[in-house]
Structure formats: structure tokens, C-alpha cells
């Protein structure tokens, strides 16, 4: 991740994206950041490979996407299907969570995030995207 050169433009459109979260972003990014969940290092807006990832800990292989209605479409749904298997490829676990499940119960998706990572006393489950 940190490690690989990130093109000009991509790196510009993540640099935009910080820039312009959604509130369902901010509000979880207020969770993550400065290693408040269980000292979790993550970055927001992160470039790996061709994709720009919402929230990365690279330590733990972790992707966290917070998505909105766009996704539940059909085109959506197989461009993140695509994005998901590059991603496990390469390594990385990827949760998905609704911008109104974030909104509404940021501390169930906290420990969702906090079990999937292992730190948590109570065992991963099987998924590993949470979008219903």
C-alpha cells in the first residue's frame, strides 16, 4: 500500500475525496481515527491498486467502505464485485456497511470492525461484507 507509486491523477482524486465525505464517512472516520478503535492505525481514502479505498489498516488487512443507495444498483453491484476480488487477491478483507446503518448504529458497525480485525473476545463470522 504505502510502498507502491500511486499515479498523479489517482492520488489527486483520493486527495478530492478527503476532502469531500460523506457524513456517514466523517462520522465513522471520527471512530477510526488516531488509532481510537482498539489502536487500529487506519488511513482514509486509500489508493490500492486501481481502486481508492474508503478506509485502509494495513496492519490488519482491513478495508471498510461505507456505501450509499448508488450501490444497491445492478452496475454497481458488479463493479463491486470486481473491486472485492481484486482485493482479496491482493490480501485485504473488505467491509461494507450502508451509510444509514453508520449512521444510525456506529457502535454495532465499531464492533463488527473491532471482531473482524480479531481483537475482539467474540469470533470473526464467516462474512465478510455486512450489507444487507
Excluded at 482485493?87 to 449512521?103: C, Y
Amino acid at each position: 500500500m504505502g510502498h507502491d507509486r500511486v499515479p498523479l491523477g489517482q492520488r489527486k482524486n483520493a486527495k478530492s475525496m478527503r476532502r469531500a465525505m460523506t457524513d456517514a464517512e466523517l462520522k465513522l472516520w471520527n471512530e477510526l481515527r488516531a488509532h481510537r478503535l482498539m489502536g487500529m492505525s487506519f488511513r482514509r481514502q486509500v489508493p490500492i491498486g486501481p481502486y481508492i479505498v474508503d478506509f485502509a489498516c494495513s496492519a490488519h488487512r482491513l478495508i471498510v467502505d461505507v456505501e450509499g443507495s448508488p450501490h444497491a444498483d445492478a452496475e454497481h453491484s458488479r463493479y463491486d464485485e470486481a473491486r472485492s476480488a481484486y482485493l482479496a487477491a491482493s490480501g485485504w478483507t473488505t467491509l461494507r456497511f450502508w451509510n444509514d446503518d453508520v449512521i444510525r448504529d456506529i457502535d454495532n458497525v465499531c464492533q463488527y470492525i473491532v471482531i473482524v480485525a480479531g481483537l475482539a473476545d467474540t469470533p470473526a463470522p464467516q462474512t465478510e461484507e455486512l450489507v444487507p
